[in-house]
């Protein structure tokens, strides 16, 4: 983990993928795509088995370490419709523990997958504000708040000793932050070296800062 301080608030970025508020004892994700494996194969494409469990081995790991007692999703917490098989809602459901509000702010693939009511969601439109932040799906710039966001996947190519490797990172721009996706089996968009944004790669258990690393987009891989 790695503690950073945005828009006058102290944060730690996890090397789960995942960022920590503590002042609010809040536990932001993005971009779960619970079920996307589920789908694919509903859809007649043989991709492997088990990346929803890694995500919420993940998930329940994060969940017990940070004690929150909210969890926001910052949309596309399910891939799509075929996600909500009846044993994958179960295990999701029996991650929340009595008394911790989870908050999906509404992605684009929650519109086509649906909420299923036993996941007992609070379920808001982007932007939701939690001051001094909006929280939201899409990285639009909302006046008068720091915008903490998903949707893009961003990665970074990095460089070591003759080894390339592209690893999920965390991008803070002057008006608008981005979460790297959090399921295990998404794409990634490639960012490109800027001087004007900060980047935070998730490197295996623990998070490293790459210097001027930046959100210009290079198209999705």
């Known amino acids: 983990m790695l503690q950073i301080e945005i828009a006058g608030e102290s944060l730690t970025l996890l090397a789960e993928r995942a960022l920590w508020w503590p002042a609010q004892s809040t536990l932001l994700i993005a971009d779960a795509h619970f079920g996307k494996g589920l789908t694919f194969r509903a859809r007649g494409v043989a991709v492997p088995s088990g990346t929803s469990d890694d995500t919420m081995?993940?998930?329940?790991?994060?969940?017990?370490r940070t004690g929150a007692t909210r969890v926001v999703f910052l949309g596309d917490l399910l891939h799509a419709r075929e996600a909500r098989e009846p044993a994958?809602?179960?295990?999701?459901?029996?991650?929340?523990?009595?008394?911790?509000?989870?908050?999906?702010?509404?992605?684009?693939?929650?519109?086509?997958?649906?909420?299923?009511?036993?996941?007992?969601?609070?379920?808001?439109?982007?932007?939701?504000?939690?001051?001094?932040?909006?929280?939201?799906?899409?990285?639009?710039?909302?006046?008068?708040h720091y915008v903490l966001a998903g949707h893009v996947h961003p990665a970074l190519r990095v460089e070591a000793g003759g080894d390339r490797l592209r690893l999920p990172c965390f991008a803070f721009g002057p008006d608008v932050g981005l979460l790297p996706a959090f399921g295990s089996f998404t794409g990634h968009m490639t960012l490109a070296p800027d001087a004007g944004m900060r980047c935070f790669v998730a490197a295996a258990d623990r998070v490293l800062e790459v210097p001027h690393a930046s959100a210009r987009r290079r198209g999705r891989a």
């Open 88 to 144: 994958l809602m179960a295990t999701l459901a029996g991650l929340r523990a009595p008394g911790v509000e989870w908050v999906l702010v509404r992605g684009n693939h929650d519109l086509h997958a649906g909420v299923p009511a036993e996941l007992g969601l609070t379920v808001v439109d982007e932007p939701w504000r939690m001051a001094p932040f909006a929280l939201c799906h899409h990285p639009d710039a909302q006046p008068g």
């Open 57 to 64: 081995d993940r998930l329940a790991i994060l969940l017990a």
